[in-house]
């Protein structure tokens, strides 16, 4: 009886012990590498996900964020993230990576990645200055990483479309004219213009034009880690509905913004049939949209 009872009681040890440990337990994030040296698209997911993380180390416990070390395609990084290799990673969504992976639709940039500026060539500025319509547009060649969501996009959309697995190597297709535009997100094409354009005095941001391509970027969790997914989204949600997500969206990017006087570009619309039906268009307060500060 005495035997049965201390089982008894070190079973209920352990369990208090193991339920202890997981609510205190760290968690780990390991991301994905940035594509290159000059590769500046990761600094503002970086910022909303440690603050949001931060922000719910009083119930589910402390974290480490480590980068994971080389280099990584697209299509790579959803295997890895499957396998558990990967904990989170932050891209434009595809339907494979919601199927595969545990998305937290929240965009991490307001959508602002959805409105795209163009590099071009600087001869080719008065070419573009004539284009009203996407029909027009088509006649030009695309450019893009072959594994994006906006690359299949625009394929599915009838674009002729060029470009290659290596970001670094899509600016100079560009200047060397393999293709003949490469959109950028508001968010993007400016920090990459700057970082750029004494190596490629040819290039330059268009002008006239902007398109729409409704392109939420997401963070991505393994599906081995279903708690983290958790704790990711009350995080979000939280600095959304403080107004804190606001203040460091405006921060980082209302110069982008300003910058990029889209209530005074032609802004060409496009659909992007590739989003699932849990896309939450339907919640315009997690969106960026121009005029808005």
Not at 11 to 36: E, K, N, W
Not at 158 to 175: H, I, P, R, S, W
Request: glycine residues 8%.
């Amino acid at each position: 009886m005495f035997n049965f009872i201390k089982m008894i009681s070190l079973t209920i040890i352990v369990f208090m012990f193991a339920g202890f440990h997981s609510a205190f337990a760290s968690d780990v994030l390991i991301l994905s590498p940035s594509r290159s040296d000059n590769d500046k698209r990761g600094e503002f997911r970086r910022k909303i996900l440690e603050i949001s993380m931060e922000r719910t180390k009083g119930h589910y416990g402390s974290y480490e964020i480590r980068n994971y070390d080389g280099d990584m395609p697209r299509n790579r990084a959803l295997q890895e993230l499957v396998k558990g290799t990967l904990t989170v990673v932050g891209v434009p969504t595809k339907l494979e990576w919601e199927e595969k992976a545990i998305p937290i639709r929240i965009p991490i940039s307001k959508g602002l990645l959805s409105y795209k500026l163009m590099l071009i060539r600087k001869d080719d500025q008065d070419v573009f200055k004539q284009i009203k319509t996407n029909k027009e547009l088509k006649k030009l060649v695309y450019g893009g990483g072959a594994q994006w969501s906006s690359t299949q996009a625009m394929k599915k959309l009838g674009f002729k479309v060029a470009g290659g697995t290596d970001y670094e190597d899509l600016f100079e297709m560009l200047n060397v004219g393999r293709f003949d535009f490469f959109p950028r997100g508001v968010n993007e094409v400016f920090p990459e213009y700057a970082d750029r354009k004494d190596r490629y005095p040819e290039l330059m941001i268009e002008q006239h034009l902007a398109l729409y391509l409704p392109q939420p970027n997401y963070f991505f969790v393994s599906p081995l880690k279903p708690m983290l997914a958790e704790r990711l989204q009350k995080g979000m949600r939280s600095i959304i509905d403080d107004g804190t997500f606001d203040r460091m969206f405006f921060d980082f990017y209302g110069e982008f913004i300003s910058g990029a006087n889209l209530d005074h570009r032609r802004i060409l619309l496009l659909e992007n049939v590739d989003l699932s039906n849990e896309t939450p268009l339907n919640q315009p307060a997690l969106w960026y949209h121009p005029g808005q500060k």
